[in-house]
Every structure is written in structure tokens, then in C-alpha cells.
């Protein structure tokens, strides 16, 4: 899968500024984040098991954004993403460790070549497993009684639009914790770990029938290198 990374932080947060504008899931916010920003608000949750979840894990929520800001150059989380909200469309109150990610990258023609299918496979098998693995190794939400699970979303510019009329397409994932978790560590096949999530796929505001997801690994997160960036020690990006 072609991408092609900004080449500079200034430029990655002007595109995503320009991006934005037309990724839109749910009532999640718009907008690259800066680390407060990138929380939810504690007066958006709507109980107090989910104040209490954001209270309890916010310095390993901000540990998380910083790894992604300063190790994954390529990424921004969105504003006001980050955090426990519940499962759209299901009653009570089950909370996920979740955010939302935009994907800052250019097509070179093969991307846009590829199935609705293939580029959400692909797409979530490079940027989605990736942070799903951080957000479960960076912060103790899977060992919280009430953590049901972990959520990520993933929006992109849809390839063969023009720049000047952009228009997102963006999956958001749900999984329990128990199931990614043995997924992760190759206890769990890839047939059953995507049965047991639940998927939704967006093209713009418009959401999209039933999509097969497929999941292979893919390095690009921990081997790709951007041009003459180098990220803070104190970062530990490896």
C-alpha cells in the first residue's frame, strides 16, 4: 500500500487542518489535536463510571498521545477522541478505550486502484492494528473491570477526488479487550477475532453496507523512517 508520508510536522498539521474539515463520524470533533485537546471533555461523558475512567487513565492517555505525535509523524488523533465513550447504537453503559486517527498521505495511483474492501484492509491492518497494540501495551484500561474493550477509528482522504473538494472514508472498530488482547499475542485467529468486532465504514458523512475485513501483518509503523525528522529521545520511540 503506496504512502507517502508529509515530509515535514508543519505540513503534516496543515493537510490534516485541511483534511478535517470533511471527516466526520458520530459527534466526535474535528480538528488536529493538541494533547488536552485530543481528550474528551469530562463534562461530554455522560455517567460517572465514564469520569471516573477518563480521571483515572488520563496521564496514560496523554503518554499515548505523545508516542503518537512524536513517533508517528504520519498520524493525528482528533480532537476531543480520546477517551472511554460507549458503543454508538448500544443501550447501557459499556465503555471503550478509544480514539480516533487521521491518516496524513498521498496516493500515487494504486491506492486509489484498490477495492472499497482492499484499501479498508489495508488501511487497518497498517495504521489500525498498530495503534490498537500501543493502546493496549501504554495504559492499563485492559485491566480495568470497566473497560469493556478497545475502539480505534481511522479516516483517510478517499483516493480520485480533487484536492480541492476532499471527502474522508473512515472505519471505526470495536473490539472486548479479552479478544484483542489474545488476537495480539496469535491466540486468537484472524477469522475469529473479526467476527467478534464490530465494524462501520463511512464514505464522507454516508455509512456503507457490509464490508469484509481482511488482517495481515505490517511493519510500516515500526520500520518507516521520515526524511530529516527525528523524534526527542525522552520520546522512546523504539
Given at each position: 500500500m503506496p504512502v507517502n508520508p508529509s515530509p515535514s510536522r508543519r505540513t503534516r498539521w496543515w493537510t490534516v487542518a485541511l483534511l478535517s474539515a470533511a471527516f466526520i463520524l458520530g459527534s466526535w470533533g474535528v480538528g488536529a489535536a493538541a494533547p488536552d485537546d485530543a481528550l474528551i471533555p469530562l463534562e461530554r461523558y455522560s455517567s460517572t463510571k465514564a469520569k471516573t475512567l477518563a480521571s483515572t487513565h488520563r496521564r496514560d492517555m496523554v503518554r499515548f498521545y505523545e508516542h503518537v505525535y512524536w513517533c508517528l509523524p504520519w498520524l493525528a488523533i482528533r480532537n476531543h477522541t480520546l477517551g472511554f465513550p460507549k458503543r454508538p447504537g448500544v443501550e447501557g453503559d459499556e465503555r471503550y478505550f478509544s480514539v480516533m486517527i487521521d491518516v496524513d498521505q498521498t496516493d500515487d495511483g494504486s491506492f486509489a486502484a484498490m477495492s472499497r474492501e482492499r484499501r479498508v484492509s489495508a488501511m487497518f491492518s497498517r495504521y489500525g492494528l498498530h495503534i490498537?497494540?500501543?493502546?493496549?501495551?501504554?495504559?492499563?484500561?485492559?485491566?480495568?473491570?470497566?473497560?469493556?474493550g478497545f475502539s480505534v477509528a481511522l479516516s483517510w482522504p478517499k483516493p480520485g477526488l480533487p484536492a480541492t473538494?476532499?471527502?474522508?472514508?473512515?472505519?471505526?472498530?470495536?473490539?472486548?479487550?479479552?479478544?484483542?488482547?489474545?488476537?495480539?499475542?496469535?491466540?486468537?485467529?484472524?477469522?475469529?477475532?473479526?467476527?467478534?468486532?464490530?465494524?462501520?465504514?463511512?464514505?464522507?458523512?454516508?455509512?456503507?453496507?457490509?464490508?469484509?475485513?481482511?488482517?495481515?501483518?505490517?511493519?510500516?509503523?515500526?520500520?518507516?523512517k521520515l526524511k530529516n525528522y527525528e523524534a526527542p529521545k525522552e520520546a522512546k520511540c523504539s
Open positions: 490498537l497494540r500501543q493502546m493496549l501495551a501504554m495504559t492499563k484500561a485492559a485491566s480495568d473491570d470497566n473497560v469493556a473538494q476532499p471527502v474522508s472514508e473512515t472505519i471505526a472498530l470495536f473490539v472486548d479487550k479479552v479478544s484483542l488482547a489474545e488476537f495480539l499475542a496469535k491466540r486468537l485467529p484472524t477469522a475469529d477475532f473479526v467476527s467478534r468486532a464490530k465494524l462501520s465504514v463511512f464514505d464522507g458523512r454516508d455509512p456503507v453496507g457490509l464490508v469484509k475485513l481482511d488482517v495481515w501483518e505490517d511493519t510500516f509503523n515500526s520500520t518507516y
